[in-house]
Nanobody, 122 residues
Framework: QVQLVESGGGLVQAGGSLRLSCAAS????????MGWYRQAPGKMREWVAS????????MFADSVKGRFTASRDNAKNTVYLQMNSLQPGDTAVYYC???????????????WGQGTQVTVSS
């Protein structure tokens, strides 16, 4: 079993920035990538970004492309989501997840964190 712990959420004004962190309790051979999802009140969970452990290849949803970046620290088993130019529409609970494959297919994500709240005020 792998535990994922997110941190870094909070309240920020529109145009501001936050950096989320997701620390995995240990590395797993079958986990090749990490992803970020978010869920706003009354909406379905949506994929935000993915990053591979080995190469650091990233991919982002169109809604955050150009504003969010992702990175990883393999030595710390930690991934990060840097969120810039935040908008009220980015308000959601953000979840990190560990996947066996790179991409946005939710079925590939085997482990999930508990989520961290991000609130962007206008």
């Amino acid at each position: 079993q792998v535990q994922l712990v997110e941190s870094g959420g909070g309240l920020v004004q529109a145009g501001g920035s936050l950096r989320l962190s997701c620390a995995a309790s240990r590395s797993i051979f079958s986990i090749n990538a990490m992803g970020w999802y978010r869920q706003a009140p009354g909406k379905m969970r949506e994929w935000v970004a993915s990053i591979t452990w080995i190469s650091g290849r990233t991919m982002f949803a169109d809604s955050v492309k150009g504003r969010f970046t992702a990175s990883r620290d393999n030595a710390k088993n930690t991934v990060y989501l840097q969120m810039n130019s935040l908008q009220p529409g980015d308000t959601a609970v953000y979840y990190c997840a560990a996947a066996r494959a790179f991409g946005q297919r939710v079925g590939d994500y085997l482990y999930w964190g508990q989520g961290t709240q991000v609130t962007v005020s206008s």
